[in-house]
């Protein structure tokens, strides 16, 4: 059953949330719509279309202590990290609900990950619908949709007189305001998107692995690692110690496949040398390693990477050239 | 609330340090904890992840054998920042213990066979708990080869447990250097040469290998020619793990996590890897 919040409605709503749990909203930033924490409703854009980077770092923080190492009277104490506090994650779209439920797949696989465990147990997802399609946009290729509601636990979609609030899960109708009317119009029809076709990439990905193809794409790879910066699916990770004036954290922080030392050993060995090989790692990761371990590819079709690379190197024309180059091996 | 995060070392004290080499210590920790000590199972080709708290944590293999837990061995080459700070602990320090982690040489179901046992520097490390438990249950298996190479001959580790490897039943110990000194009266060359010239035979022989990248691929190649066969020949792979837990994506080669999968693999395993290490 759907209900409707006013937009008065749902400004007090948030007020009520944010007196008992943090909010993490979209908050423009300069020219970036970022998620963040607010202390107040007025912070938050309302009006955008997407965010600069998904809210992957509310899960998975671009960089945060483990734990904190304390030193008395040389006895060593390691002070694991909490997460302290109850949150809702607001505003996102099921784009990105679907990245956090891939990551999922990963962190929440035994030995799960605690602290991203914990921060996920604790956060709801209150969603929005997309009220339009981005020309980077190919969720539906991709698994999802823009009024999809799975992995939410809340969905609103924007109508004229406010929102229609879909409930999903028990965690979302906790959250649900009393005195809520039901809706009772129609559901507004979710914008069209240009359809890629995704057919056996997985298989392709794996028969092109040795292919030129990727030395030629790379080519022209600055290897910024903005892809993996602004990707709702990108979770490799580093591990380093931290001193400051006497306090010492063990620190995570995100790492990128597309830097050359990240899978250098100390014996001076590493497996991916060239540019075209780091870029293949990035997508093999993501058509074929994670399909195979968790059945979903990692990708989400938020279209961020297609609009934040510099060069240019868009993920729906590499799923399309792995189509048509394995058509073209096939055939001969 | 603090969530039981599998990041947390247990912590444990530095009780021996001993320099097998110039740049080589033997560290010998034991686990703080007496439960954890006691339940702290592991089998040879099994690795760990040490920390130096201020500095970070690196992983190396468990050195020891696995009934020995109140003194969990490890050899440490001073290589980095980690390495240096671990190497720079005085007994009695606390550093931290994550593990153990991966899979292992499979050594049951090489009984009954010739074994031969070829590293190179440090890449010795994670063999001598295999030879040590070849030797402890010596009856089990044939014939014992261990071709052990090195730089010069003070980069030769596990020096004193030469005269009992040498002493045990249908053991041989041939020991290799590149460059020789004064003393050294031994063989002086490359391990892959060493392996041509003694040429052990394929039949019923297993060969545990782990070294440079750069003896491994050429000892390969010798290995091929004399007859062995891919699923003969086992590694260790060194990977940049830094969780040890399949998440972090850092040791992935390939569609493996050598964290997960790994570290030891049959060179017919990893010729089957889509991307070769």
Redesign the interface.
Known sequence: MNLLASKDDLIRWLDSLLQERIVIAPVRVQEQTMFQPISKVEEIAFDFDNTTLSPKGWFLPPTEA??T?QRDD???N?V?????RDAVVFGLHPCDARGIALMDS??L?E?????Y??RRSRTALIGLACRQALPECFCTSMGSAPDDPSHMDILLTEVKDGYIVQVVTEKGKALVPKGLAKYKGKVPTPPKLQAIPTMEVTSAM?GL?NDPYWERLADRCLHCNVCAYVCPTC???????Y?DKGK?E?V?SW?S?QSPG??????G?A??TTKG?RLR?RF??KF??FP?RFRDVACVGCGRCVKACPVNIDIREVISDLQQLTEVKSGS | ?????????C?ATLKMAIQLTPDIKLLSVELEDPDIRASFDYKPGQFALL?A??????PFGIVSLPQQRDGLEFAV?R??TV?RALQELEPGD?L?VRGPFGNWFPLEDYEGKNIIIIGGGIGMAPLRPVINRILERRDNYQELLIINGARTPQDLVFQSEFPTWTKAPRTRLELTVDRGDEQWKGRVALVPDVVKELAPSPDNAIAIICG??IMIRFTLAKLRNLGFKDNQIVTTL???M??G?????????G?KYVCQDGPVFTLEQISQF??Q?
């Open positions: 483990l734990f190492v040389g006895q060593v390691l694991p990290a909490l997460v302290e990963s962190f696989q030995p799960s990950d605690a602290l465990r914990e794996r692995f979770y490799c990770f580093d591990v380093r110690d001193s010492v063990r995570r790492e496949c990240f899978s250098l050993t100390a014996g060995y497996p991916r090989e790692q093999s990761h074929l390693y195979e | 609330m603090a969530p039981e995060s599998p990041f947390i070392p912590l920390s708290f201020g500095e970070g944590e690196a080459r290589i980095g390495t606390t931290g440079p990248p060194e990977a940049k830094k969780c837990l399949g998440k972090c994506a850092r040791c992935n080669i569609e889509l991307e290490p």
